[in-house]
């Protein structure tokens, strides 16, 4: 039979110094002092003195509650005694009867186990408890009828049912007494266990004629002090003669029965013969009056065929051997009984599994535990005899423990090997007891032990490494990206705090870039990024457990910034070609045509979403300088350009100033070369230049000068161009996105120069003034 248990224990703050301590003690044997016996009367009331532990094993008593002195029992088991961990002394607990603790008559003896910490110490303790005098012998019956007939030898004996006395030894039925009469004597005989039964001897012939009824008092007397007693009436009633009396076969038999016989198992025949014949000559068998009653619940016999047959069942942990008084008697008057006597033996059966204790454990394990460190102490037992009583124990396979055997079947729980609680938290530790009988019998128990956590490991995080890409003008605030580590330990030693390791970004600290959160791995820009002024940077994230020490892993993030279309174009010139920006004329300008001319120019950029920057030009054609001043003036431009700043107002006293000059340089040359050109009439081919400042509503420069020589020979005036025409330009530039109305802008506006030669016109930029 297989018997299964569990068990999950927490253990106490004693945890590995305790089994290690535990293990020296086991493998060195028991303390050199041996083991102690005390004795102890049985009825005691609680608190009673029964010995000074502290002192018999000479511990320093102060210590015994640090130390955790203790008593350990198995589980279930009553607590009779108990240690008074102030002063040492082993003191009773509840009351003890000894009737109830141990049955039978042998010695009653309790086993205790005391346990002290810090050295680990373990010793025996036998505390035998006294039987005392509290039971007065009992008779079953309070008068017994005993039929004897007249023709009874003198001699004969007729066996009396005993008395019971819960007690044992010199407390429980010593002697028997009869009251004085004239014909019957009274032998006490003793039976194999000691106990004692009576028999009536007739000593003197009976005359049922003269007296038919004899009565006399039985006393049991136990040997206790105080002597106590119990008494019951005997009737001896005197039949008329039966000559013959049966005989058995044999006056004693025995027998052996295995103790796991099943109940109506015959356990013997017996046979009684009687020459009489009739009813004188019937045998009748039945227990002797005296037969115990634990013989009467076990045994029964048949009083026709004489078969002794069981009744109950048999336990041979519990009594080894009964004995049984069987009587026969025949059927006719005056019949007197026989009796013989039936020892049954029994045979040790292997009914009793091993009993597996756990007497101390330390749960749960540091998984960095060196090999040899003990778990566990575990103790074995069976109640069965001889092989059947032996037992080895043993662990399930595929488990870093084993069992090491200690003295009187005692065993450690010891690591073999190095735990990984990553790989496996907690085992189930199968302990298999066997005992050696046929069939054997097996117990299995499952031992949880819990791994605990080592900080062994340190963070890993997700990638190698991170890049983030950020659209420039971000929101201050938002979040950009999340990293994440593992730790593949637990509790706090898993978790996990993030941080960004200092640094600086263009000379700024890390920190004013971006944050991170120290329980998530959120990272978020507190500042908004400008593509233009930093494309790139990188910082290092680190995480760090909680363990102790701490352990940390370092990761790098990437942030790249994304270009966003923020910057629309700005006109540096007024140059209008859709690549070079360079604005020229389709054909010379006519009479017909109109004098002045408005364009608008739009740039307009590539981006997503597409900007633009608009510039308005004014062209007018004009013969004279005032004419051509006369018609700017008539050109303003818009409200926002014309309320200016203080710079434009120096800006404009300096172009001022330099005007008049160079206009006075102009009109002095002119003057010089007309007074030449009096002579020859000059041609009609002028070169003009118009220059309009970004700061100034109106603002020109014009000079003259020829652009090929005189032509004498031209005779038609009407066939050649306009002869002294002047051209006016004035721009407007309006900075908006493609397809959008905005606040026109204005953006540094250039300088143009326009040429005239002929029947064409070029407008050039100021760097370019050679036509």
Known sequence: MDKDFHWEWSSGPWGQLFLRSLVFLLLAGPPARGQLRYAVPEELEHGAFVANLGEDLGLDVSTLSARRFRIVSRAGARQHLEVNLENGILFVNERIDREEVCEGGGTCLLHLQLLVESPLELYRVEVEV?????????????????????????????????????????????????????????????????SKFAELVLERALDRE????????????????????????????????????????????????????????????????????????????????????????????????????????????????HELYVQAKDRGPSAVAVHCRVLVHLLDVNDNAPEVTLTSVSTPVLEDAPPGTVIAVISVQDRDSGDNGRVSCEVGPNVPFELRSSFRNYYTLVTTQALDRELVPEYNVSITARDMGSPALVTRSTLTIPVSDVNDNAPRFLQPSYSVYVMENNAPGASICSVSALDPDCQQ?????????????????????????????????????????????????????????????????????????????????????????????????????????????????????????????????????????????????????????????????????????????????????????????????????????PESAQSDFMFLKPCSPPRNNEKDPGKRSRPEQHLQVSKEVTQRPAGLSSTPQVPPAPSLSLCHEGSQARLLPENNRSL
Not at 305 to 315: E, N, P, T, Y
Not at 635 to 661: D, K, M, N, R
Request: hydrophobic share 40%; with cysteine; glycine share 6%.
């Open 493 to 693: 030693n898993a978790y996990l705090s993030y941080s960004i390791a200092d640094g600086h970004i263009h000379g700024m600290p890390v920190g004013t870039y971006v944050s991170i959160n120290s329980d998530s791995g959120h990272m978020y820009a507190l500042r908004s990024l400008d593509y233009e002024q930093i494309r790139s940077f990188q910082i290092q994230v680190q995480a760090q457990d909680a363990g102790f020490p701490p352990l940390s892993a370092n990761v790098t993030v990437h942030i790249f910034v994304l270009d966003q279309n923020d910057n629309a174009p700005v006109i540096v010139s007024p140059l209008v070609a859709p690549d070079t920006g360079e604005l020229r004329t389709l054909r010379s300008f006519l009479e017909q045509d109109a004098s002045r001319q408005q364009l608008v120019v739009q740039v307009r950029d590539g981006g997503q979403p597409a900007l633009s920057a608009t510039v308005s030009l004014l062209l007018s054609v004009v013969e004279t300088m005032p004419q051509t001043l006369s018609d700017f003036s008539e050109f303003s431009l818009p409200p926002e350009v014309s309320s200016s700043s203080p710079l434009t107002l120096y800006l404009l006293v300096s172009l001022g100033s330099i005007s008049f000059t160079f206009l006075l340089a102009i009109l002095i040359l002119t003057a010089i070369r007309c007074r030449g050109e009096r002579r020859s009439r000059q041609g009609d081919s002028y070169c003009y230049k118009v220059c309009l400042g």
């Open 210 to 321: 003269q007296q038919r009824v004899h009565r006399v008092l039985l006393t049991a007397l136990d040997g206790g002090v105080p002597e106590r007693s119990g008494t019951a009436h005997i009737l001896v009633t005197v039949l008329d003669a039966n000559d013959n009396v049966p005989a058995f076969d044999q006056p004693s038999y025995g027998v052996s029965l295995p103790e796991d016989a099943p109940a109506g198992t015959l356990v013997i025949q017996l046979n009684a013969t009687d020459l009489d014949e009739g009813p004188n000559g019937e045998i009748e068998y039945s227990f002797s009056g005296h037969a115990p009653p634990r013989v009467r619940e076990l045994f029964h016999v048949e009083p026709r065929s004489g078969q002794v047959l069981l009744k109950g069942r048999l336990d041979y942990e519990r009594a080894s051997l």
């Open 130 to 194: 006294l039987d005392i005098n509290d039971h007065a012998p009992t008779f079953p019956w309070q008068e017994y009828v005993l039929e004897v007939a007249e023709s009874a030898v003198l001699g004969a004996r007729f066996p009396l049912e005993s008395a019971q006395d819960p007690d044992v030894g010199t407390n429980s039925v010593h002697t028997y007494r009869l009251s004085p009469n004239g014909f019957f004597s009274l032998e006490v005989q003793t039976r194999s266990d000691a």
